[in-house]
């Protein structure tokens, strides 16, 4: 994977794409380097005008947000009636960083309720769509977006909440990086168990200039939301390229199920897609399970695969 970038992107015709949070960040990139390929690309967004606003021409905007899960139920209805049920890769972008103590409209706390909840729930809801697409020699993928900070934290499965402890925000979206990374590992697990053609991707971005990052300095504060700009500017890579993991994860050959790809360089933090670290949290099959049980329970959808 030395030195792979979007231009190594294959020809896609005839391949359709869904990326969730397309209107800045990382998911933009990935929907403005995916429709030069020629795939069909669906892009989602809670403002669906924005989406409009930024979308490249040929792609569509489907409305979802991930923190309602009535929004994610008909979003997952909605992209199985306009592709005829059949999906290629989906890629699971989008994310909130850092923020107050929220709850998402079903109760759930922001981070988690976003980043791994609205996502495993919107995953088995198009599973039948990405199974249809899939074949034994090019399986469809399904691409979980985790992050360097699942390392911090860990993650408390009876209490994903956070209703029995202290909130901290940034061990909040921790955990939820590291749910993230847990069921990207368990659901490729069980695909594999169940023979079907897909498999599942987790990638992570290193520390990228997006507004995501920016957003959660400013939130600590007026000195750090002043440092914002500088410590962007110093110590993140350009959305160009952190955006290069989740486009290898989905769309390179020679990846296989349950990989992990990240930036190359030192740390992590910046460079060209290459195999990444997980955390020894992140490897324990057990908290995969238990994890894969209670969002079953939390989100009332039924996993696929379900055995």
């Known amino acids: 994977m030395s030195r792979w970038t979007s231009a190594d992107l294959p020809d896609l015709t005839g391949r359709t794409v869904l990326v969730t949070g397309a209107t800045s960040g990382l998911g933009e990139a990935s ?5 030069r390929t020629g795939a069909r690309v669906l892009m989602t967004a809670r403002d669906t005008d924005r989406g409009r606003a930024v979308a490249p021409d040929g792609v569509e905007v489907v409305e ?4 309602d899960l009535s929004s994610v139920r008909k979003a997952a209805a909605e992209v199985r009636e306009r592709t005829g049920d059949t999906l290629d890769v989906l890629m699971n972008n989008a994310g909130v960083m850092g923020t107050p103590r929220l709850r998402t409209v079903d109760g759930f706390e922001l981070q988690i309720g976003t980043n791994h909840l609205g996502h495993a729930a919107l ?3 198009l599973m039948p769509a990405l199974r249809a ?9 399904v691409v979980v977006l985790s992050s360097l900070a699942h390392r911090g ?3 408390d499965v009876d209490d994903l909440n956070w209703e029995r402890r202290l909130y901290r925000p940034d061990r909040a979206y921790s955990a939820s990086k590291l749910a993230d990374l847990l069921f990207a590992a368990e659901l490729d697990r069980r695909l594999r168990a169940a023979g079907d053609p897909v498999i599942s ?11 995501l990052l920016g957003n959660s300095l400013r939130r600590r504060g007026r000195l750090a ?8 500017a110093l110590a993140t890579q350009s959305v160009e390229r952190g955006v290069l993991p989740q486009l290898n994860a989905g769309f390179a050959d020679g990846v296989r199920g349950g990989d992990y790809i990240g930036p190359g360089g030192p740390a992590e933090v910046r460079g060209f897609p290459a195999p990444a670290r997980r955390s020894a949290t992140a490897q324990d099959p057990g908290l995969a399970r238990s994890l894969w049980a209670v969002t079953a329970d939390l989100t009332s959808v039924r996993p696929d695969p379900a055995a």
């Not at 929907?31 to 429709?35: G, S």
């Not at 939301?225 to 962007?232: D, H, I, K, S």
């Open 31 to 35: 929907v403005r380097a995916l429709a």
């Open 64 to 67: 979802l947000d991930l923190a």
């Open 123 to 125: 995953t088995w809801l």
């Open 133 to 141: 697409a899939g074949t034994a020699d090019r399986p469809s993928r």
């Open 153 to 155: 934290g860990g993650l």
């Open 201 to 211: 991707v987790a990638a992570h971005p290193g520390l990228t200039n997006t507004e």
């Open 225 to 232: 939301g002043m440092l914002a700009g500088p410590f962007n």
